[in-house]
């Protein structure tokens, strides 16, 4: 059984429609799928109301839990609380952000104000995240993301070490945009064991973590 809370579709820059990513997601094994394409101002309300009538038809005829999200990306930093805030109220389940890779141009701060917004419920890929940061994520339910996207993974043992000293659930996800991007349970157990988990942390990560975010939705 698998859980991924970070995907795209066509609807930002991925390149598969919900219908086809989902399948795909059924035959890894996927429990739940959450699809998350690159959000603002601009297009939030558009993507929600997207996913959301995706959502009603795959659940119908899959055995598949498809959640309605959204990555706030690249926005003002000091803006994310607020935007974070808006999504939900337009019906976003999860609000992910998309944190302080090292090899993107994020604008610093965003990891902080991530941070501090009781509305965003994962930041992905956080890089060299910072201990007020951990701290303010911890106080806040945020889950931290371990991925295995290219480029994003190389701080991956950092925030694995971050996590561990503030006690902050991390999830396992991949970030999908191509076909072949989702990955399936032993693949997942690979990147957590390749970022330095134990084993008991490994049965956290791969199911009890997963399951608390979903109960709280
Ligand atoms: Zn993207
Ligand atoms: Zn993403």
Not at 63 to 70: K, P, Q, T
């Amino acid at each position: 059984m698998r859980y991924d809370f970070h995907t795209h579709t066509v609807f930002s820059d991925g390149e598969l429609i919900p219908s086809e990513l989902v399948r795909r997601a059924v035959l890894l094994e996927h429990a739940a799928l959450a699809i998350t394409d690159h959000g603002d101002a601009s297009n939030y309300r558009e993507l929600i109301e997207k996913i959301t009538l995706a959502r009603e038809e795959l659940e119908r005829y899959w055995d598949i839990r498809v959640i309605v999200g959204i990555e706030l990306t690249h926005i003002p930093p000091k803006s994310i609380p607020k935007m974070a805030r808006r999504c939900k109220d337009f019906g976003a389940e999860i609000v992910v952000v998309h944190g302080e890779t090292v090899v993107e141009p994020v604008e610093e701060g965003t990891n902080y104000y991530a941070s501090i917004s009781e509305d965003v419920d994962i930041l992905a890929h956080p890089g060299l995240i910072d201990r007020e940061s951990a701290g303010n994520i911890k106080e806040n339910s945020i889950f931290l993301e371990i991925t295995s996207r290219k480029g994003h993974s190389l701080t991956n043992g950092h925030v694995m070490n971050v996590a561990r000293d503030y006690n902050i659930p991390v999830l396992i996800n991949t970030d999908a945009h191509s076909p072949t991007d989702l990955i399936d349970v032993d693949f997942a157990r690979k990147v957590g064991l390749g970022c330095g988990m134990s084993k008991r942390e490994l049965e956290n990560v791969l199911y009890h973590y997963p399951q608390d975010l979903i109960k709280r939705l």
